[in-house]
């Protein structure tokens, strides 16, 4: 037996015990007669003592030779301490060690294994096995072991079976790209890697399985953006005759079981809803973080006319205000947000601001052009009051809202409103069912192709259907897309209607997806769904920005493995074996 | 709302209760002014009751052109049924409706959804979403839901953590064929996809994860077999600071957890435990079916040197005894046996055979070789009493014990002793570490390569290194091997020693398993795992011997999914951004 108990587990009622401890060499002390180890594991720290006669002296002199991270077994009677440790839950005992063994000793880690580590993004990855055994990151994953057993109990009570649907499946044009796998029993033919079961569930519905889920791995061969992964986590349901309001609620309970279980944190009341449309008008973003207001207010009426031409062109005059923080923006901190704002990536020509004084008078950077008054009335019309700082954005419409969005999450941020551990979920609802994509002149599946038009906009497919609106919608958390799913297509009509949209021929839709239309004669009922991002989850469920830390072994933005080194090349027996040969480089 | 209930779901409580509900059409009967539908979904099925008067002639009309599997919602009353049918739990009551309305009507499938269906095998996989909507299959997948979540109930609870590890992994040429994916972002270099997470889950150890599971899928690119399939699930697990004791323990937890959770079946007492080389004696399979006894006994010494040949010069003379059926096997049954071990996949040359006659007397196939007295003591060491039936096989030992496990297995079903319902696991140990390979002329690892040796056969893998036996264990339940693991390896020197064994270069094994053995040299603890087959977990469980009708969408033989018609050609330009050729066909 290589334990009795863990290092997490004795407390002062298993005084006088005999017990066997293993673990890693977390530091040790040596006072002559006297060494002090302490031992750690998964489970905590517990204080070992070794003294000159209660043990042998070539114990002594092996503990004296221990390094950080040698794993060592100990053999002894645990004792009261005479100084406690009320930091750490075995800090009122210690093991008085008369055995013990080194089960492998361990060289100097190329970094310290400590919660702030010495170690960069590139070591870390190198060594992972060494950096996942640093606590945050430990941490990281039992969270995720817990989110997803949580997700599973939860998901299990609501009747929902979770049925795995196959991972090497059909490579289909649309959407991202696939990853393929060539057949070796079929030369020249290829599986792809699912980029989600989509279709799988959709098909499951028509078997009546009426409500499925999955936590399952998804697979998307795209060019990196920062906090990417080429294979992620999906909770991926669907329900049958149900509405939109049946899945909202459904998953609403979830979202709500998940931080009262896993965090403790209860979400009260109904989460808010709103449009797509008031999202981008209100927020200028599809997923609007509403921990905090800021809301977008249109200006035109007030700002336009008065000699601006800077407003006075433009398709939308757009303020928000910062409540209370007029006197703390100087004119430094006002050029640094118009620098943010002018960036590339944002784009804005200009920036103006603001500033309702503590006398009720208003100062402006563009007060030439303005009134007293005139400002006023910018001010009436954001409900700005004494102390508050307006910050206003101008220009094309799309533009300008995207702009104001940026500068919003910037105030947020540099005002301290954003915090990590308040959850304000909402629901954005009524998204378009396509949108038009000018390079390929052709209209793309906002959702999917597989999304069901309202059915009061039905009339409006042939003949306007910019204008169509789904029955999709988002779950956004603090300004995350956490969640997104639709009501499906149900008939095989409307879906070839979709595809036919979509610049399909009839060929390559049945080609692609007759096994579903198919499927759609033999009595598919009313269904919808929804998809969870389970990394991101974990990410903000712990409280942090990026994915990578909550995936145990990630690739890196090259897509890279660096730890095992892949992907690598293989045999030329193997490429034989499927019939392929790799093109010269050109 | 498309239901305020399910199918299943209504008692006589509920009576005269307003209710809808959505299903599928099972039946109609027309009886003039008198309708009735069995209305099914998943949860069961509902009697439905259209009269002339409570509804409109339309809906009357409408339900008169119903068609098997329409999909319908119901409007009306819950009443009590004048002929209930205990046959369903809903069968005191039926609903009398006032409306009705089709959702999607349906073609005539192409075999019928029943319990025994008129689709033949191929016919059954193209339409799989109607296959699934059968009630054997489809329960078939809710027991393996049952199953997954009660395998996560129980390690959760005993502080396994499940940890993802990744999908696109490292090609290595040890073992079975990989599938692999070729990356576009990095020319000529590819994925695998992993036929078990072996390493990783060797590396949460390392990162002191302490224990670790996972419902996992792997891949093989294997010619298949019957009852194969390319992608398969496995439960993996891995545990540090454990001896095999542990992991027996915990294991043998788990399966009695699992069969009194999901079968009600306890399995009281520890489960028997065999040694390889027992097995093998005994039973001529490292996977014995200890359902029924039948052991081998070895007959040499009696059986020899009488002046039959076959005997004489043969290395084993092996028999097992059928108890009291002498009488049930004519002639006739025993040529049919006969037969059956002379097939050339058993390759037996002939079957002798030795009645214990009621009177007794024997009978025997070559009793012109033998005396009353010789045979009697054939039939002494076998222990076999009057009415026994004693078959005999001989020749080379290890051919002898693999026909005669066959012809042991036969006899067990014939005689009805292989019952589905009666559950005997079995824990094999003690494999031997390496088996020789005559093709290759080298050894291969039995288990996989970082299996431990056990302790004390260590010294002779230098000198003896067939006879090393290994900390290596199978689960058998029945006869199929449900699980198997060992103890690892967890030293680097060991590592390296039994690559260079498996005949690995110290290059090949440094480029595909270099960081395996750097990670041991970081304080690796002692650790070991198994992994089960969940697929056959599954359809044991439920009591069928093919794994496919517990996968949602299986492959067939050819590893084709021929209801999505995959593998098949990809696009020439995804092709050429995977710098890709097809070769010609030679």
Redesign the interface.
């Known amino acids: 037996?290589?334990?009795t108990h863990?290092c997490g587990e004795l407390r002062i009622n298993a005084v006088n015990e005999e017990v066997i401890l293993?673990?890693?060499v977390q530091r040790t002390r040596d006072k002559g007669g006297l060494i002090w180890i302490d031992l750690?594991?998964?489970?905590g720290i517990t204080q070992i003592i070794l003294e000159e006669g209660e043990t042998t002296p070539q114990i002594l002199e092996t503990a004296r030779k221990l390094g950080r991270?040698?794993?060592i077994?100990v053999t002894g009677k645990v004792v009261e301490r005479q100084s406690k440790n009320p930091k750490i839950s075995t800090g009122d005992i210690e093991i008085r060690a008369t055995k013990m063994e080194v089960?492998?000793?361990?060289?100097l880690?190329p970094f310290t294994i400590e919660d702030t580590t010495d170690g960069g993004e590139d070591l870390r990855m190198k060594?992972?096995?060494?950096d996942?055994?640093r606590n945050p990151v430990?941490q990281n994953?039992?969270l995720?072991?817990r989110l997803?057993?949580a997700v599973?109990d939860y998901m299990?009570e609501h009747n929902f079976?979770?049925?795995?649907?196959?991972?090497?499946?059909?490579?289909t044009?649309e959407g991202a790209?696939?990853?393929?796998?060539?057949?070796?029993?079929?030369?020249?033919?290829?599986?792809?890697?699912p980029q989600s079961p989509q279709?799988?569930k959709q098909?499951?519905m028509?078997?009546?399985?009426?409500r499925y889920f999955q936590l399952v791995?998804c697979?998307r061969?795209e060019?990196?953006r920062a906090d990417r992964q080429?294979?992620f986590?999906q909770i991926d349901c669907e329900m049958a005759?149900?509405?939109q309001e049946?899945i909202l609620q459904t998953f609403e309970g979830l979202t709500k079981y998940l931080f009262e279980k896993v965090l403790q944190v209860p979400l009260s009341g109904a989460f808010p809803r709103m449009s797509y449309a008031d999202a981008m008008r209100l927020y200028g973003s599809d997923k609007p973080d509403i921990r905090f207001d800021m809301k977008f207010v249109e200006l035109n009426e007030v700002t336009q006319n008065k000699g601006f031409k800077v407003f006075d062109s433009a398709e939308l005059v757009l303020g928000i205000c910062a409540k209370g923080v007029a006197e703390n923006y100087s004119r430094k901190k006002l050029d640094a947000l118009t620098k943010f704002v002018k960036r590339p990536q944002i784009g804005a020509k200009g920036l103006v601001y603001l500033k309702c004084n503590k006398d009720g008078s208003f100062k402006s950077s563009v007060d030439k052009f303005y009134s007293q008054d005139d400002l006023k009335k910018w001010a009436d019309k954001l409900g700005a009051e004494v102390g508050d700082l307006i910050l206003v954005l101008s220009g094309e419409t799309n533009h300008t809202r995207k702009a104001m969005n940026e500068l919003r999450l910037e105030m947020g941020n540099q005002l301290g409103l954003r915090k990590n551990d308040d959850f304000k979920p909402l629901w954005v609802l009524d998204f378009p069912l396509l949108e038009w994509d000018q390079e390929t002149e052709r209209y793309h599946a906002m959702h999917h192709p597989f999304t069901s038009p309202k059915p009061e906009d039905m009339d409006k497919l042939e003949t306007n259907a910019g204008q169509v609106r789904a029955n999709a919608y988002d779950l956004v958390i603090n300004g995350t897309e956490m969640g997104g799913g639709s009501i499906r297509i149900?008939?095989r009509g409307i879906q070839e209607q979709m595809f036919n949209l979509l610049g399909f021929t009839e060929e390559e839709a049945k080609a692609q997806f007759g096994?579903l239309m198919d499927?759609?004669?033999?009595?598919?009922?009313?269904h919808g769904g929804i998809a969870f991002g389970f990394d991101r989850l974990c990410a903000l469920f712990g409280g942090q920005e990026t994915i990578r830390d909550f995936?145990?072994?990630p690739?890196n933005n090259?897509?890279?493995?660096v730890?095992?080194?892949?992907?690598?090349?293989?045999?030329a027996e193997?490429l034989?074996?499927?019939?392929?040969?790799?093109?010269e480089?050109k």
């Open positions: 037996m290589l334990r863990t293993s673990g890693w750690r594991d998964r489970y991270e040698f794993v077994s089960l492998n000793p361990a060289k880690p060594y992972r096995y060494l996942l055994r430990r994953l039992e995720r072991h997803a057993k599973r299990d079976l979770e049925v795995e649907t196959p991972v090497l499946i059909k490579s044009p790209r696939d990853f393929v796998v060539p057949s070796r029993m079929h030369a020249g033919e290829f599986y792809a890697l279709t799988f098909l499951l028509v078997s009546g399985f009426d791995k697979f061969d060019d990196l080429p294979e986590t005759f149900v509405t049946d149900h008939d096994f499927a759609f004669e033999y009595g598919a009922p009313p995936i145990a072994f690739k090259a897509g890279k493995d730890m095992i080194d892949t992907p690598s090349p293989i045999a193997q034989d074996e499927l019939y392929l040969n790799i093109q480089k």
